[in-house]
């Protein structure tokens, strides 16, 4: 059964960092495509960054620069580095894993107060 554990949410200030991880168990996602989504209250789901099994990478306009996404292919794992944090990216951020099938974690909450 894959399982995907997400880490690394908080309550920072606005200009702080945080660093997110998601862990998948239950198979191998070395070829997969990884992403981080984020959804605020009152909005729709958003994808955030994308990493391939290649390393490429996609970015949200919105956090173009100040987040980066890396993942660990022998540890199953996917990260979000992000700084210079603002009020806007307060939501719940969600880790999620596409091979044959897609998978979600069950979300972290960041909040950032201005």
């Known amino acids: 059964q894959v399982q995907l554990v997400e880490s690394g949410g908080g309550l920072v200030q606005a200009g702080e960092s945080l660093r997110l991880s998601c862990v998948a168990s239950g198979s191998s996602f070395r070829f997969s495509v990884m992403a981080w989504y984020r959804q605020a209250p009152g909005k729709q789901r958003e994808l955030v960054a994308r990493?391939?099994?290649?390393?490429?990478?996609t970015y949200a306009d919105s956090v173009k620069g100040r987040f980066t996404i890396s993942r660990d292919n022998a540890k199953n794992a996917v990260f979000l580095q992000m700084n210079t944090l603002k009020p806007d990216d307060t939501a719940v951020y969600y880790c999620n894993v596409a091979l044959v099938n897609e998978y979600w974690g069950q979300g972290t909450q960041v909040t950032v107060s201005s």
């Open positions: 990493i391939t099994s290649t390393g490429r990478t």
